[in-house]
């Protein structure tokens, strides 16, 4: 059994884990041909991505990780 000194170490880990994971805001999604693509937004930056990079972004990857280029406005 954890001590109570113990719990609250791992809480505070665990806030401090999620402070510093980057956020992800869609801005824009678009389906087209069946297919799915979301324009996003982490750390200031906008990227276009597939369903599956967006679940990676999610999970606490990041752009440069995935080698993701920033999105060009038209």
């Known amino acids: 059994m954890a001590s109570p000194v113990a719990r609250e170490?791992?809480?505070r880990a665990a806030v401090k884990s999620a402070l510093e994971r980057?956020?992800?805001y869609v801005t824009a999604q678009r389906f087209s041909g069946g297919s799915y693509s979301a324009?996003?937004?982490v750390d200031g930056e906008a990227y276009w991505v597939d369903e599956f990079?967006?679940?990676q972004l999610r999970q606490g990857l990041t752009p440069?990780?995935?080698e993701l280029t920033p999105a060009?406005?038209?």
Do not use: F, G, P
């Open 72 to 74: 060009i406005d038209d």
């Open 64 to 66: 440069a990780e995935l």
């Open 39 to 41: 324009r996003v937004l």
């Open 22 to 24: 980057h956020k992800v």
């Open 53 to 55: 990079r967006l679940s």
């Open 9 to 11: 170490k791992s809480r």
